[in-house]
């Protein structure tokens, strides 16, 4: 009799076992689905890729299907059963000799970006054992710097989102990209927040500002809207002057953001054969806002910077084009057309 028990009990192992797993998938697979761009008729997996890779945690491939090709991505979701910590991104991993880490993590680094880099590790680990680490170029005026996380073992880096599966991934964005820079309007009491995320020289922001920027002023006693600057200053010469602009307006004439937002989006290919820096200064006279007042922001070299490091802190969240969209916490990129990422916001705000 207690042997037949017994069987029973160890029966029930293998699927209690089986159980478990099917329910960290679907937690895993939830997770990841409000961590990346909600997509058209969009479907996530989750598969344990079965081997060896950063200590201390189960390595997953993550594949994101769509309706919409632009929105597809392949990438790899690690997840430490210890703490729940998860990392979503690229692993890249470190040649095993004798040369320092930082000189390992630089190399592969630099082969990604296809120009020089100097990598430094943050001296106090976060939990399971991993280190922020700082990929710093040359790109821009003032250099860029990107961010990744080297593994307890050192053999790993990881380029990409943090997070923790006990804690809603939303939120986590939210707080790692910061609103400081950013410009608010509409009804802070709203439970819909709406963020968007633009480049002034960009076209597609241009389309999507003439199309979302009706919607959002007929309803902003539903709104609790933000715009953050996200100048692409890669490829586009004058978009981080833009958005200097943009921050010195927002400091000294408050009243006048919103009327500059429409005018720079309106008038981006005249805006292009001339100096921004005649531009700005046009505006504000037209305006009658004091220029000395705006060009000593605009030209704050504080101002740069602390602009860059909002690009950074976007980078490092996922957000690397514009406009991008973030509606309660859930990223919407803007596509070809718009339309699926302007009935979401139509939906979330109650209107048709």
Not at 318 to 342: A, C, D, H, K
């Amino acid at each position: 009799m207690k042997r037949a028990f017994l069987a029973s009990i160890l029966a029930l192992f293998p699927l209690c076992a089986m159980a478990q797993r099917a329910s960290l998938n679907a937690q895993l697979t939830d997770f990841a689905s409000r961590s990346l761009a909600k997509c058209p008729e969009a479907k996530i997996s989750v598969a344990p890729i079965g081997q060896i890779g950063p200590k201390g945690f189960t390595a997953y491939t993550l594949i994101q299907e769509s309706a919409d090709p632009s929105c597809q991505r392949k990438t790899y979701l690690l997840h430490s059963p210890i703490s729940g910590q998860i990392l979503i991104g690229t692993i890249f991993t470190l040649e095993q000799d004798a040369r320092p880490v930082t000189m390992r993590i630089a190399e592969v680094a630099g082969q990604a970006l296809k120009e020089p880099v100097v990598a430094t590790i943050a001296p106090f680990p976060l939990p399971d054992g991993i280190r922020s680490v700082s990929i710093a170029t040359q790109k821009g005026p003032n250099g860029f710097t990107y961010h990744g996380y080297l593994d307890g073992s050192s053999n790993y880096l990881i380029v990409g989102t943090r997070g923790n599966l006990n804690t809603d991934p939303g939120k986590t964005l939210i707080d790692s990209i910061g609103l400081t820079g950013a410009v608010r309007r509409g009804n802070p009491k709203s439970k819909v927040q709406i963020i968007e995320l633009s480049d002034f020289q960009c076209p597609t922001c241009a389309k999507a500002h003439k199309r979302v920027e009706p919607i959002i002023a007929a309803n902003l006693n539903k709104v609790d809207y933000y715009r953050l600057d996200l100048p692409l200053f890669e490829h586009h010469e004058w978009a981080l002057d833009a958005a200097l602009g943009a921050r010195a307006l927002a400091k000294v004439a408050p009243s006048k953001y919103w009327n500059y937002v429409n005018f720079v989006f309106e008038n981006q290919e005249t805006i292009s054969k001339q100096s921004f820096d005649k531009v700005l200064q046009n505006f504000a006279e037209d305006n009658d806002v004091s220029w000395k007042a705006i060009e000593k922001i605009y030209k704050s070299p504080a101002e740069k910077k602390a602009l860059i490091e909002q690009v950074s802190r976007a980078f490092d969240n996922g957000v690397l084009s514009t406009p991008t969209y973030i509606i309660n916490g859930q990223v919407l990129g803007f596509g070809p057309e718009g339309t699926f990422t302007i009935n979401a916001i139509k939906s979330a705000l109650g209107v048709k």
